[in-house]
């Protein structure tokens, strides 16, 4: 990437259109692009949405409501389209808080038109992932009306969707547009602008994750896309408390980083700088939650936790002298059936997938595990200078209650045994090099994990 278009990318005043442009050959030896085409993050952002169909020459949207977020822009939406006469078709989801499941998605069908030629989304997590996934399957464009700036999925491509009670990741399509207005975004209830920020500073774990990663395991990895996520990033934490007051300034600044995180993912080619190890943790702590039809917990307030989790554990790992042929010797003796025996139990239906995961890249290996223990010596000194580049855990958490959010895994209603529990099976999720599989191979799961237990507990 040339140094001016470098330079653009990382100053925080770009525009955020500026990432869309093109694809950007980059010094890490890859091409970056993203097939969103235009993003307004902005007041009165709602009043581009017209031109932009006319524009691109729609003629039917159907427009997908739940009840909260029709009540939020519903006549707003309706009178633009009718002053502009703009043909139009829309569906209101009969729950204030609809679930993405096969309910949802059969009945956006059932009352789909089929003149439309695009859907528009209003709404936030779970009307991005069903107008994601059912645009995706009929196969045509669709548009995102941001209402909430609660977590950073709207510039992704996939829908995770809860089929069979188990959250399931389904390939869908990029949204052709984003409209963010900050007006709408400023009456997002605060546990939700909350939860956005907390899915952001999960960011600080999951960067640190993947450097590590880099060193460890060579997984690619592109200091560019890293360094747009992290200035946004920044951005958000040096503003928490104007964003606890909901400064336009501030808002604006957690949906461009919301946004931004998900173009980091198309640039990178994969979810690596956006989710790491607090990612992996909130995800089991979601799927015991659904197992256990417990009342679902908002995504960004569990990675805000997850990430606070992995931070000190980082911080307890540097604050240790680590004996490295204690880890190699207690690695030689994995039991692989003992494993799988613990799995069947810890992920219940969804057991059957991590095991064929493990068979196929056997992370867990001795052999592998061995490789990565002699990689983390010798690169020690390296790996302790990225996680001093944290911010404390301690940090993180005040962060957290400026907000009002819920700051430990007690606050969610996760109790000693499943907080453990996670440390030691969550990274069996996916293969992806992070804090809990370098706890792993280091044979300290238990041992930090129950230190970080108690850290919440003296707090
Ligand atoms: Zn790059
Ligand atoms: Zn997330």
Known sequence: MNLDKQAILLDGNSDINEYLKGS???DCGREHSAAIKQIEIKENAIYSLIPYLKANSYRRPFLIFDKTTYKLAG????????????????HVIESPEPVPDEWAVGDILIH????????IGVGSGTINDLSRFVSFRLGIPYIIVATAPSMDGYASNVAPL?????KTTYEAQ???AIFADSSLLKSAPMNMLAAGIGDILGKYSCLCDWEIAHIVTDEYYCPTVAAIVKRSLEAVSSGIHAAAAKSNDAIRDVMNALVLSGIAMSYAGNSRPASGSEHHLSHYWEMTYLFEGRKPVLHGTKVGIGTIAVIRAFELLLSRKIDFDKARAAASSFDMHEWEADMTESFRQAAPTVIVLERQVGKNNPENVIRRINKLEANWNEIAKIIAGLPAADKI???LRAL???DSPMAIGIDRKLFIKSFAVAKELRNRYGLLQILFDLSLTEEIAEEVWEYFQQN
């Open 24 to 26: 950007l050959g980059c």
């Open 75 to 90: 006549d707003l939406l309706i009178n633009l389209f009718n002053e502009a006469n703009q043909a139009f078709s829309c």
């Open 112 to 119: 789909y038109d089929n003149s439309s030629d695009c859907i």
């Open 162 to 166: 809860i089929v069979n009670h188990l």
């Open 174 to 176: 990029t949204a052709h």
């Open 397 to 399: 958490r005040s962060w």
């Open 404 to 406: 009002g959010a819920a």
